[in-house]
């Protein structure tokens, strides 16, 4: 079998440059794959944990175990702040890739992870350094999505179907 190579720690910055460009392309798992080598070798490299928590999140759509491995790597960024406003972004990102999937009872599930991303934009919102309004900007984004979609609601408020009998 092949082993892994490590990434000199002269390459670090020209391998984060590579990993953004590979998340633009839409190239998630090209994204990850140079970011665990970065954090391979600078395990709390906050720019690599960054694009690795993203790179993860690109996936969710049609991963949805990347989550949890989002949310480790929201854990292990250094700032309160940071922690709060990515693993909103996690749960939003989750929301919205299950909505978009529409699977059996996910609007419920849709509507609670929401409201999880609210929870942790709040408290971002209350750590934010001035000017930085970020989580002002995902909270609204949350907010209208779930204006935008009606049938996304709380276990609470299910209407339920008729009964239709012959």
Request: proline share 5%; glycine share 4%; net charge negative.
């Amino acid at each position: 079998m092949f082993a892994l190579k490590a990434l000199s720690h002269e390459g670090v910055e020209s391998a984060l440059a590579k990993a953004e460009r590979y998340r633009l392309l839409n190239e998630p798992t090209e994204a990850e794959s140079i970011c665990l080598d970065i954090l391979g070798i600078e395990p709390d490299n906050q720019q690599a944990l960054i694009c690795y928590f993203l790179a993860l999140t690109d996936r969710l759509p049609g991963e949805p175990k990347a989550f949890q491995a989002a949310l480790s790597a929201a854990s292990r960024l250094s700032g309160e702040y940071e922690r709060a406003y990515y693993s909103g972004i996690a749960w939003e990102r989750r929301a919205k890739a299950s909505h978009e999937n529409n699977g059996r009872g996910t609007r419920h599930s849709v509507h609670d992870w929401m409201v999880r991303a609210l929870e942790h934009f709040e408290k971002a919102e209350k750590l934010h350094s001035p000017g930085n309004d970020d989580a002002v900007l995902r909270w609204n984004t949350c907010v209208r999505f779930l204006t935008s979609h009606p049938d996304v609601v709380p276990r609470s408020e299910e209407i339920p179907e008729p009964i239709v009998s012959e």
